[in-house]
């Protein structure tokens, strides 16, 4: 079981360009969610899917911030324009569906916005 | 909304010592709760969870307890090892909302 694949690993960008961060949840999981975590607010829900379907994208911080998940195998979180109050570290993970809690954090990728 | 706190924000530990975290949490509805150990620079792993309907659990040198009525729930590491140096965080889960609400987080540090 290769986990919860995201890409890239590390990001950096200058301010103003957009964003396109990937995610890969485990095979079978039918639940992805997507975290920011900074050393000021910890680890942040933004949005989760369930069935490819957008379910809670209330941590969502602004129209800048958009994810979509158009399978079951991958999904995107993009920025854009990006801004240096961006840069955190962005996980996502899986977990394999209603009733089964535990979810499976991916390696992260560490976005640095200059 | 949900709201986990999370108490100490550091700990040092002679190693062998017992490690002690606890958290409350403000939705009566949750009933998931795990914890998450996070080394430096790695991703937030699970090491247990306990659900709403146990007050304690259990896995060698961990445990969780959790009481409903108080709105809180503990970890416990007994014989801490150096390894055992990370940030720990607990979460929460509602039975309708299937969101992890995260503790701000716990920094064990094991003093050889």
């Known amino acids: 079981d290769a986990g919860v694949i995201q890409s890239p690993r590390h990001e950096v960008t200058e301010m103003g360009q957009e964003v396109t961060l990937r995610c890969k949840p485990i095979?079978?999981?039918?639940?992805l969610f997507w975290y920011r975590q900074t050393m000021m607010r910890g680890l942040e829900l933004l949005i989760y899917?369930?069935?490819?379907?957008?379910?809670?994208d209330s941590g969502m911080p602004e129209d800048r911030f958009s994810a979509k998940m158009p399978n079951a195998s991958f999904s995107t979180l993009k920025i854009q324009p990006s801004e240096p109050r961006d840069s955190a570290v962005y996980f996502c993970?899986?977990?394999?569906?209603?009733?089964?809690?535990?979810?499976?954090f991916g390696p992260g990728t560490r976005l640095l916005v200059l | 909304g949900e709201n986990v706190e999370q108490h100490p924000s550091t700990l040092s530990v002679q190693e062998g010592d017992s490690a002690v975290i606890k958290c409350t949490y403000s939705?009566?509805?949750?009933?998931?709760f795990p914890w998450y150990k996070q080394e430096l620079g790695k991703r937030p792993q699970l090491i247990i969870d306990i659900r709403s309907n146990v007050g304690e659990k259990k896995d060698q040198r961990i445990a969780v307890t959790l009481n409903k009525t108080a709105k809180h729930f503990s970890l416990h590491i007994t014989e801490t090892q150096p390894e055992d140096s990370a940030v720990y965080f607990c979460?929460?889960?509602?039975?309708?909302?299937?969101?992890?609400?995260f503790g701000t987080g716990t920094r064990l540090t094991i003093i050889p």
């Open positions: 993970a899986s977990r394999a569906g209603t009733g089964q809690e535990t979810q499976y």
């Open positions: 939705d009566s509805a949750s009933n998931y």
């Open positions: 095979s079978g999981h039918n639940s």
């Open positions: 899917f369930n069935n490819n379907v957008p379910i809670d």
């Open positions: 979460a929460a889960q509602g039975f309708v909302n299937e969101k992890l609400t």
